[in-house]
DNA sequence: TGTACATCAGTGAACGCGCGTTCACTGATGTAC
DNA sequence: TGTACATCAGTGAACGCGCGTTCACTGATGTAC
């Protein structure tokens, strides 16, 4: 994205294709197992040309996690699209697009969350982009205030209280242990939807 | 635990001894930065004398899982016993516990969820600690309709409902990005009590 | 009680591995005159 | 238009590192007779 613009140079446009092949490395195996090494070869290039676009290894991690929270802002919004003017779908949708997009991308949702990158302004596109997903939930919510369906309260609490039940559920789903402890198969659509419909439940106005 | 009855036998308990440092250098660190070395370098042993306890890296990791597990059991079990025939209460005070251990040891929070270790009956130890934690947060549960105040349904379907909202918030504590995404000072508290709440209304018979 | 033997916990050298990062380099592209 | 130079993307050899695991071993403990 950073060099999207600028004219191709050499090889083309470097920094996205190791993003991208990054990306796409990172749900072959997982996260501590991804290498710099692996990410050239897959794109053709020898083993330090990544240097010249990425600070270090984290740098590039810091740049695939944000593509990830890039690609949430865009799943929210269609979600808004989805159903104009009925915040409660609205909110049922983005869970169920947060689900399915955690699941196409398990790895790349344990960089984002796992803690394992810093969150402050080491990198500000990260944070950036992180913040605006977390705007578009918040946009929801408050939405549904403004018309009177979901009750009053710090917006920010609320969005959270939401955020956490689904991101919650995701984990659980992704982290894979869900098919050993429940007792039936997993319904992932049933199941996203039961949660969603109980935070609506606490979410709705008196 | 497995071998805490077993005679001592030259180190006394190794196997202890290793779970032990084991779960204390993963907490000063991280999963992937733990080695089998560092371990047995901190228990004062051999590198290699870990072998006798544990087949491989991974099952040193599975036995910490289960530690974590079972702690997490007692805890459960210590909320039932705090709020004796007020489910609603045992149940936030379950959540409250469940954040407070979590943010003890966050590195074995993601070790336990974070899909690194298999589920299944690899290691059924490991599966028998987990299973009886989430057994233990469906008493709560079983509980609470059999005396007419949580709605009747699927048991399974509630427990998980309750559990991603906790476990949601837990692991956005413990990933650290709330702090530079709320506008406000985070009070995990505060939080875990909100959320418990929310989960609540939801819960609640009509 | 004493002795010979079996068991097995712990040792230390060695193996092969892939990794992140550095460095001096090369060569293609862009630009000033 | 042509030439000399500057820039900088990509190269490949080399570095040092810590890791998991194996193996033959040693020596302390337990046990059968």
Redesign the interface.
């Known amino acids: 994205m950073k060099q999207s613009t600028a004219k191709p140079y050499h090889h083309g446009d470097l920094h996205q294709e190791i993003l991208c092949a990054a990306s796409e490395l990172l749900e072959d195996n ?3 197992s991804l290498s710099l090494r692996a990410v050239a070869k897959k794109v053709g290039v020898s083993h330090t040309a990544p240097y010249r676009h990425f600070k270090d290894k984290e740098s590039l991690l810091a740049g695939i996690a944000a593509l990830g929270y890039d690609e949430l802002s865009v799943q929210l919004t269609q979600a808004v699209e989805s159903y104009p003017d009925d915040p409660s779908k609205q909110l049922q949708e983005a869970g169920h697009r947060y689900v399915q997009l955690a699941l196409k991308c ?1 790895q790349c949702t ?1 960089l984002m ?4 990158l810093p ?2 302004d080491t990198y500000p596109e990260l ?1 950036a982009s ?2 605006m997903a ?1 705007d578009g939930l918040k946009t929801i919510i408050e939405e549904g205030q403004a018309c009177g369906i979901f009750k009053k309260g710090d917006l ?2 609320l969005a ?2 939401v ?10 789903l ?11 198969p997993v319904d992932t659509r049933l ?1 996203t939807t ?2 969603t ?7 709705k106005a008196n």
Do not use: M, R, Y
């Open positions: 997982n996260i501590s398990p344990q969350f796992g803690g394992i969150c402050d944070k992180g913040d977390f920010e609490l959270l209280s955020w956490s039940g689904i991101h919650g559920l995701t984990l659980l992704i982290g894979g242990s869900l098919p050993d402890i429940l007792s039936v199941l039961a949660i419909t109980n935070l609506l439940e606490g979410l």
